[in-house]
């Protein structure tokens, strides 16, 4: 069978919270300490999900981590002095941005012909940081097939990683040979630039890619001061089409020159400031969404329902979708509950360009698995959580019990 590329969202857990740990977030910052509906959120994903299984024909999912994770909160040894945040740590649901799992270079561009993965790091924040460990753990059932795929170790702290956000691919087709983008931030004025360029070019040689098939490009930092705390929040990459904000990167021209010089069909289509300002674009995250080719061949961009209700953003859609471009579909989808933390429907997915068939198919969706999969959310999930809930015991073990549930009825106890 052919490659094809498979969208892996992630389920969102049952301790997903709003406890503003994300410094350069705006939205996880600006909801912080507003109640969550983690059994809401969830569902919301997985109908994301459903939409696109229908429209693909494929999608695959990873599972949420062990929440709270017992292994930090020893770590960071609590005795009621520490403060709130570092208390809600160990609490966090953010493996749900799956685009933050790990960086994926397909089979076609890699030395040895092998699908390899590269787990995020992300040890800017220390809510993100805990994730790998368990992340890679679920890689390596997932993608367990050697013959086919590569599970790397993380690349080491200092040089910070935060996987596919800041990663694209150029490709006439996800089975063709690409040219892989990776963006990097060098400075984010008073927030942090979270994706060092030393950790983006030891993933390319850790991947064996082609010199010449790479990009490495810097990120704006005024981008990253606005708010764009990852570049997926203001570009995105499908095939030949880079959708971008003007603003995206610190050398705008410099930048589709140095793509253009390594895949010469590149066309962007870049949304000037005059249309949609930073500001707006960061607000209500156009760009954070799913570029999608359909089966017959056109592009569909899967954006959050935020953009339908921004006058200068739809009126940008509705030009789009009537104009000659590429991307001649927009698709609002309801993922409310993420994005108040600061997650769209592309940090919710880790594309995988691979044979469906060498994936482990219990991390593969189909409707029965999906109505299978809202069932056990439905009983199991947390109606609502309050940040001041974080540390109860009762809690605590509802989520366990949640989690262990879900693991149970995809057969995937071996995560427990
Ligand atoms: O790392 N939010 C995540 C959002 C990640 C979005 N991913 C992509 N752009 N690909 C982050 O900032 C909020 C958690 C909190 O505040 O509790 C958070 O971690």
């Not at 790998?132 to 367990?144: E, I, N, Y």
């Not at 390594?262 to 500001?279: C, G, R």
């Not at 109505?371 to 366990?400: F, H, K, M, Y």
């Amino acid at each position: 069978m052919a490659l094809k590329e498979i969208n892996f969202d992630g389920i969102v857990g049952p301790s997903h919270n709003y406890a503003g740990l994300s410094l350069g977030n705006i939205a996880s910052a600006s909801h912080k300490g507003d109640p969550s509906y983690p059994r809401a959120a969830a569902l919301q994903g997985v109908a994301k999900m459903r939409g696109n299984l229908a429209r693909l024909g494929v999608q695959g999912f990873l599972l949420p981590l062990p929440r709270p994770n017992a292994l930090l909160e020893n770590v960071l040894s609590f005795d009621g002095s520490e403060a709130a945040a570092l208390r809600a740590a160990p609490w966090s649901a953010s493996s749900m941005w799956t685009a933050n799992a790990a960086t994926v270079s397909p089979a076609p561009d890699t030395s040895d012909g092998k699908c390899h993965l590269t787990p995020a790091n992300l040890v800017t924040m220390l809510h993100r940081a805990q994730e790998w460990p368990d992340t890679k753990r679920q890689l390596d059932v997932a993608f367990g097939n050697s013959d086919h795929f590569t599970v790397h170790g993380p690349v080491p702290p200092t040089f910070g990683d935060e996987g596919a956000a800041n990663h694209g691919r150029f490709c006439e087709g996800h089975g063709a040979p690409g040219v892989e983008l990776f963006v990097y931030g060098k400075t984010g004025g008073k927030f942090p630039a979270r994706q060092h360029e030393q950790a983006s070019r030891l993933v390319a040689r850790a991947h064996g890619l082609d010199p010449e098939k790479c990009v490495f490009i810097e990120q704006n930092p005024a981008a990253i001061e606005a708010g764009a705390f990852h570049n997926d929040v203001v570009s995105v990459v499908n095939e030949r089409v880079l959708f971008t904000h003007e603003e995206a990167f610190a050398n705008r021209d410099g930048a589709y020159e140095a793509i253009r010089a390594k895949f010469p069909a590149l066309e962007v289509v870049e949304v000037p400031s005059s249309a949609v300002s930073m500001a707006e674009a960061i607000r209500t995250y156009l760009f954070n969404a799913q570029l999608l080719t359909l089966p017959g061949g056109s592009m569909a961009l899967i954006v959050p329902e935020e953009c339908r209700e921004s006058a200068s953003v739809w009126k940008y859609c509705e030009e789009m979708m009537a104009s000659n471009g590429p991307i001649r579909e927009v698709i609002p989808v309801d993922v409310r509950q993420s994005m108040a933390n600061g997650g769209g429907p592309a940090c919710l997915r880790l594309r995988v360009a691979c044979d469906p068939a060498h994936v482990d198919p219990r991390f593969l969706l189909d409707e029965a698995k999906a109505d299978l999969l809202e069932r056990v959310i439905g009983e199991t999930w947390p109606e609502q959580i309050d940040p001041s809930d974080l540390g109860n015991e009762a809690l605590a073990s509802d989520i366990v019990a949640a989690r262990t549930a879900l693991l149970t009825a995809l057969g995937l106890e071996e995560l427990n």
